[in-house]
């Protein structure tokens, strides 16, 4: 018998995810537990966690199935198109998404679909992906975000990542009306799942309260 919480929780996230809700919240958890251990698969495509064995995941509030309990815990946020003032210096900047295709975009490809992610935008109800084209292509948003600041294109990453940059005036950003409002990240994980107390700290160490 231990009379310390104890245990390896498994969860599959994004690269976002992790890093602008999770490890901000495992840091201190980690250091208050030290008898849990985490173990966190950075994945960026929808993984099947029952399939994958995992204790859960995390995803957006609306990606979350139905059959999963989900708990919120990070805010709602949005995408940032942005770009460098060199780069805008010699492309007039969007004004609508589909102006998109007559710029030099940096792609971000989904290796869960094989394909490009599409750049989704939302005004006054109207929704419109936009598939763009460009010379450099990435499957993360770390280096999506470097080509940017070195003037290689206009690139869509979460706005937190882009908000230092836009202060410093590093980064411009565009189509500000059309990037939409997501539901923040859920923790989730199956309805039947027995939780050990471990589990169960965890989750409340990562319950989002505003």
Not at 58 to 67: C, K, S, T
Not at 98 to 127: M, P, V
Not at 166 to 189: E, F, K
Not at 194 to 203: D, K, N
Request: hydrophobic fraction near 40%; charge should be neutral.
């Amino acid at each position: 018998m231990r009379d310390k919480p104890a245990g390896t929780i498994r969860i599959s996230a994004g690269e976002h995810s992790t890093r602008a809700v999770l490890w901000p919240k495992l840091d201190p958890f980690l250091r208050q537990f030290p008898d849990i251990k985490v173990e966190i698969n950075l994945d960026n495509r929808l993984t099947d966690i029952v399939a994958e064995r995992f204790d859960a995941g995390v995803r957006l509030g609306e990606q979350v199935a139905q059959d999963m309990i989900a708990v919120r815990i990070g805010p709602d946020w949005r995408m940032a198109v942005i770009g460098s003032p060199a780069y805008f210096a010699d492309h007039p900047p969007p004004q609508t998404p589909h102006d998109l295709t007559r710029h030099s975009c940096i792609n971000l490809r989904l290796l869960s679909y094989g394909g490009f992610y599409a750049w989704e935008f939302e005004r006054d109800g109207q929704k419109l992906n936009v598939r763009v084209d460009g010379q450099l292509a990435f499957t993360s948003s770390v280096p999506i975000l470097d080509a940017a600041l070195s003037g290689h294109g206009v690139a869509c990453v979460p706005e937190d990542m882009a908000a230092p940059h836009l202060t410093s005036g590093a980064l411009q950003r565009v189509l500000v009306d059309w990037c939409p409002l997501w539901t923040g990240y859920h923790l989730y994980y199956p309805n039947r799942r027995q939780t050990s107390p471990a589990f169960a700290l965890l989750v409340e160490a990562l319950r989002y309260r505003g």
